[in-house]
């Protein structure tokens, strides 16, 4: 959508993404505080001590993909957590998702990429960690990669709406929040057949 060309719209979705995911990390944190998780390659010793917003403020400043890949970075998340229930986002993992995704979003949209040695670098991991991130993530969604026009269009706008009405965050709405399923999610109308898109995955 053109808007998303715009420097003020694009930030705007970046501070609403931002704190989607910081307030959805925090509730997991608390609500999964004395359960038992899966760990997986996502999942750091410690938390990050960049904040979600300048992570996120970060890959935009250096990845240098097209606005795009943010709303289908997000159409991933949410279907990364819809697939991995047993894998909540929280403060442990958000950043290496958020990273990983948006390095997909770009290898399948845009005609031009970094690879993933540069995306290592821009989210201060090595690129042996980016390649294994990569790999489990694209298995965590079941190589479904294909954003039909619908679909990309119900999330943008669906983020339009919620940017207008911050700081009215309905979390209850997105699959980003345990437990709920995603009204957002119209994954049965999509082409399953993203086969000849994968070869731009590799490293």
């Known amino acids: 959508m053109a808007e998303l060309e715009n420097p003020n719209v694009m930030q705007k979705m970046i501070n609403f993404l931002s704190s989607l995911l910081e307030q959805v990390s925090e509730s997991n944190d ?3 505080r004395f359960k038992p998780k899966k760990v997986s390659v996502f999942h750091g010793l410690s938390r990050p001590t960049i904040s979600i917003q300048s992570y996120l403020e970060r890959i935009f400043k250096y990845a240098n993909c097209s606005p795009s890949c943010y709303i289908v970075a997000y159409v991933y998340l ?3 957590t819809q697939s991995q229930p047993e894998l909540p986002i929280d403060s442990f993992n958000v950043h290496r998702l958020l990273i990983t995704s948006v390095m997909i979003a ?3 949209l845009d005609d ?3 690879n993933n040695a540069y995306y290592a670098k821009v989210g201060g991991i090595n690129t042996a960690e980016m390649n294994f991130l990569e790999v489990d993530f694209l298995f965590g969604i079941g190589f479904h990669l294909n ?6 269009y119900t999330y943008c706008s669906y983020l339009q709406k919620e ?3 911050e700081p009215a965050l309905n979390l209850a709405e997105t699959s980003l929040y345990v437990g709920k399923s995603s009204k957002l999610l119209l994954c ?6 993203s086969h ?3 070869q731009q995955l590799a490293v």
């Open 30 to 32: 608390i609500k999964f």
């Open 78 to 80: 949410d279907r990364f």
């Open 106 to 108: 770009a290898k399948f």
């Open 112 to 114: 031009m990429y970094y």
């Open 147 to 152: 954003v039909t026009p619908t679909t990309f």
């Open 163 to 165: 940017m207008l009405h």
């Open 188 to 193: 049965h109308n999509e082409d399953e057949s």
């Open 196 to 198: 000849h898109h994968q």
